[in-house]
């Protein structure tokens, strides 16, 4: 069964200090997350913070934001996969819509970067997701079939297996949108549409096993409607994920949904 995901995409955003402070909250904050699992994926000057005030807990892993694909190198300013695997980073979003629309990530450079986090045993969560203007031109199949194949490109379906992919409809993320989700009915299509890509790709069983998840505007109350749709496994929240409260509701209102059900 694919165990549920919910990723805390906190961009550019939190201190090390307020990432602390977040943190120590949230934990109080949190109930029980039993079947959920949680990540945090802050910025990189956070991540030692946040890796060591998560180091004992259960089920909530640390994540990054992007990385370099090289081990090591002369590439100023940049992040390499062994240094992220040192802090006890786990997950690693890749091909973020603002990595590609304001740093120029192609779909080889996502490639590159997927296939580098295999060697660090670091799990890619690769987003994908269509502008407002190639949804209105209808399409939305073409970009997404196209970002799958280009970013998956000579993956094979061993190291495939812990990759998550996020659809994240670039016209519904907050900070390009209205704050507003992508429609249950629209989610539901492309999420079929990957797995039906990932069926071709890689066969049916893996495309059933395979983590896809939702992210754009995900806010506690779009909770029921989005992950109580067909093939979902998770959400990748960004501004309501800087809310403790906030994050700690999606995470609970996964919970109930997961175990309901159980009791009756
Ligand atoms: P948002 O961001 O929830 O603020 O729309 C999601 C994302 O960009 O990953």
């Keep these: 069964m694919r165990k ?10 939190m201190t090390q200090s307020e990432a602390e402070a977040f943190i120590t909250t949230f934990l109080r904050e949190l109930k029980d997350n039993d079947g959920v699992e949680v990540v945090i994926v802050p910025p990189f000057t956070a991540i030692p913070k946040v890796s060591e ?14 990385m370099h694909w090289e081990r090591s190198g002369a590439f100023t300013g940049e992040i390499s996969p062994a240094m992220l695997r040192e802090l006890f980073v786990r997950y690693v979003v890749l091909g973020h819509s603002e990595r590609r629309a304001l740093f120029g990530e192609t779909n080889e450079i996502v490639n590159r970067k997927v296939r580098a986090a295999y060697e660090e045993m670091l799990r890619p ?64 299509a492309a999420i079929k549409w990957i797995r039906s890509i990932l069926g071709d790709l890689y066969g049916e069983q893996m495309a059933t096993d395979m983590r896809v998840i939702y992210g754009a505007s995900v806010d506690t109350e779009f909770v029921p409607s989005i992950l109580g749709l067909e093939g979902i496994d998770g959400l990748l929240p960004g501004a309501a994920s800087l809310n403790y409260a906030k994050f700690a509701g999606i995470i609970e209102a996964a919970y109930k949904m997961l175990h309901s059900g159980e009791k009756s």
Excluded at 4 to 13: D, E, G, L, T, V
Excluded at 53 to 66: F, R
């Design 4 to 13: 549920k995901i919910i990723a805390a995409n906190w961009k550019m955003h």
């Design 125 to 188: 969560i690769v987003c994908i997701g269509e502008t407002l203007a190639q949804r209105e031109r209808g399409d939305v199949e073409k970009v997404l079939s196209q970002q799958l194949h280009g970013s998956l490109a000579n993956v094979d379906a061993k190291e495939l297996h812990e990759t998550v992919i996020a659809y994240e409809p670039v016209w519904a993320i907050s900070t390009f949108g209205n704050g507003i989700p992508a429609k249950p009915d629209e989610i539901h």
């Design 53 to 66: 005030l998560l180091s004992e807990t259960q089920n909530i892993k640390v994540g990054a934001q992007n």
